[in-house]
């Protein structure tokens, strides 16, 4: 009998060891998870972006026709993509800045499009899209894909020959007052054929503003100071990093919605003076007086947390933090959630003009008197969180 009574006391003690692992363990991935979303300080931290120029160079110089280029790409093999959105012209250079080929232009025929605004280099080419358009062209310049989409987007990025994400418009419908706003945005991965696989979140609250005057309804939203869904695809490890601009607050998923973590940090949303909302007025003087005047009564008064989410050539994560001027800093994170760096502004350039190219390296477009000027600088400091992923040299 007291043998029984002792085995039963160890198995009843073990039992409570169990429960109190399971508990424990439950009790470290709550804790950590709370720790990923309230960060206040970087664990390598607030630091200046260290960058030494490599190359220079005027592309409208072997062609005329790349003055007005405002994106520029560059691939594995060192060509470059200077890209002219509204003409839809894309030309491509060789590593040393000679003149290769034109790969796009306007129109809507094979190997023409009506605008681009984004392009990706991939392995075996570049993908090309706009809000209503997606063509892939190989290395030889030739396009081996196009679709013109039914629904507008308001960005898109492709997965593969078969896939692309989007942020797209859902329509809803107004209450008896006409209060509630005509649609929605959404953000999911569809197949070429428009077919939505996934939905990953819906910003019902999408802070445009909206504003009237004699000549009509105008509507503005502008980064940093709208809530949007803000959002970047890691190609390699097939991750989606998305949040909504309101809540500082990242997720990281699959393609297939599963969600892997969460992370964010801690802080307050700058509010804005009437001079804050004067300086930033003075970005929109190319429109009418009259909208500019009911624009500016419109302006929120304070900050999103943030404006963009990049992910890096490394797999580290890029989180654009608006300063009261529009320009912005760079909060870094890994690719597990945590807080590694904070980068403070640059003197001359904003962050939100430089252009991320391959392993290390940034490219810069300026407007000259005498045409346009590229520049490409390498990062010498934090390097590890530019190279691409892998390479530690």
């Known amino acids: 009998m007291k043998k029984i009574s002792v085995l039963f006391i160890i198995l009843f003690t073990l039992f409570l060891f169990s429960c109190k692992s399971k508990t424990t363990k439950k009790h470290i991935e709550k804790t950590v998870e709370n720790n990923l979303l309230e960060q206040t300080t970087p664990l390598k931290g607030d630091i200046k972006l260290g960058l030494k120029k490599v190359l220079s160079f005027d592309p409208s110089k072997t062609n005329i026709e790349a003055l007005g280029a405002k994106i520029v790409e560059k691939d594995d093999k060192g060509n470059y993509y200077f890209v002219v959105p509204e003409k839809a012209m894309?030309?491509?250079?060789?590593?040393?800045?000679?003149?290769?080929?034109?790969?796009?232009?306007?129109?809507?025929?094979?190997?023409?499009?009506?605008?681009?605004?984004?392009?990706?280099?991939?392995?075996?080419?570049?993908?090309?899209?706009?809000?209503?358009?997606?063509?892939?062209?190989?290395?030889?310049?030739?396009?081996?894909?196009?679709?013109?989409?039914?629904?507008?987007?308001?960005?898109?990025?492709?997965?593969?020959?078969?896939?692309?994400?989007?942020?797209?418009?859902?329509?809803?419908?107004?209450?008896?007052?006409?209060?509630?706003?005509?649609?929605?945005?959404?953000?999911?991965?569809?197949?070429?054929?428009?077919?939505?696989?996934?939905?990953?979140?819906?910003?019902k609250d999408l802070g445009i503003i909206t504003v009237k005057i004699?000549?009509?309804?105008?509507?503005?939203?502008?980064?940093?100071?709208?809530?949007?869904?803000?959002?970047?695809?890691?190609?390699?490890?097939?991750?989606?990093?998305?949040?909504?601009?309101?809540?500082y607050k990242i997720f990281a998923v699959q393609l297939n919605g599963k969600k892997q973590f969460s992370f964010g940090r801690t802080c307050k949303r700058k509010t804005l003076s009437e001079t804050d909302k004067e300086k930033i007025g003075k970005r929109f003087d190319g429109l009418p007086k009259e909208l500019k005047r009911a624009f500016l009564k419109q302006l929120p008064n304070r900050l999103m947390f943030f404006s963009k989410i990049k992910v890096l050539p490394s797999g580290y994560i890029a989180v654009?933090?608006?300063?009261?001027?529009?320009?912005?800093?760079?909060?870094?994170?890994?690719?597990?959630?945590?807080?590694?760096?904070?980068?403070?502004?640059?003197?001359?350039?904003?962050?939100?003009?430089?252009?991320?190219?391959?392993?290390?390296?940034l490219g810069y477009l300026k407007e000259t008197d005498k045409g346009i000027l590229f520049t490409e600088y390498r990062v010498k400091k934090p390097k590890e969180i530019f190279l691409k992923e892998g390479n530690n040299k």
């Open 90 to 203: 894309v030309l491509k250079y060789s590593p040393k800045g000679k003149f290769l080929r034109k790969i796009c232009k306007y129109g809507l025929g094979p190997g023409e499009m009506r605008y681009v605004d984004h392009i990706k280099p991939v392995e075996n080419g570049v993908f090309l899209s706009n809000s209503r358009e997606i063509m892939k062209i190989d290395e030889k310049g030739k396009a081996v894909l196009k679709r013109t989409l039914k629904q507008v987007y308001s960005s898109i990025e492709t997965v593969d020959d078969n896939r692309y994400i989007a942020s797209f418009y859902e329509m809803v419908k107004s209450d008896k007052r006409g209060q509630t706003p005509p649609y929605k945005k959404a953000f999911g991965l569809f197949n070429i054929d428009e077919r939505l696989i996934k939905k990953y979140v819906t910003l």
């Open 214 to 247: 004699t000549k009509g309804i105008y509507s503005i939203s502008i980064s940093g100071l709208n809530s949007n869904i803000e959002w970047s695809y890691d190609a390699k490890n097939r991750i989606i990093y998305y949040g909504i601009a309101n809540e």
């Open 320 to 361: 654009y933090i608006p300063s009261r001027d529009l320009s912005n800093s760079i909060d870094i994170f890994d690719n597990k959630g945590y807080y590694i760096y904070h980068l403070n502004p640059l003197k001359k350039i904003k962050f939100g003009e430089l252009m991320i190219l391959t392993d290390g390296h």
